[in-house]
């Protein structure tokens, strides 16, 4: 099992930043991988950006040169660093890991991130 500690989501005006951060806690050995999606009413969940245990990242066309993923495997925490928000951002940010024993996929619950004038 997985447990998450999401935070950072909250309001933030067109072309302004905000900064989530997401810590894995739980009966693993390590995490092949740590990223966000975010699901927008009416859509399904997508990818954001995730980092690879290599440190690969892989981001979403949408966000590339606007939203910056990091990831510290020490600590088991991954942060994304979002820039110059527009409102298509906005979207409900759910934390994702593979545990690398099994690749099996792992959720938070969720934070809402609103970007609105």
């Known amino acids: 099992q997985v447990q998450f500690v999401e935070s950072g989501g909250g309001l933030s005006q067109p072309a302004g930043s905000l900064r989530l951060s997401c810590a894995a806690s739980g009966s693993f050995v390590s995490l092949y991988s740590m990223g966000w999606y975010r699901q927008a009413p009416g859509n399904q969940r997508e990818l954001v950006a995730t980092?690879?245990?290599?440190?690969?990242?892989i981001y979403a066309n949408s966000v590339k040169g606007r939203f910056t993923i990091s990831r510290d495997n020490a600590k088991n925490t991954v942060d994304l660093q979002m820039n110059n928000l527009k409102p298509e951002d906005t979207a409900v940010y759910y934390c994702?890991?593979?545990?690398?024993?099994?690749?099996?996929?792992?959720w938070g619950q969720g934070t809402q991130v609103t970007v609105s004038s």
């Open positions: 994702h890991a593979e545990t690398l024993a099994d690749l099996k996929d792992h």
């Open positions: 980092v690879n245990i290599h440190g690969t990242t």
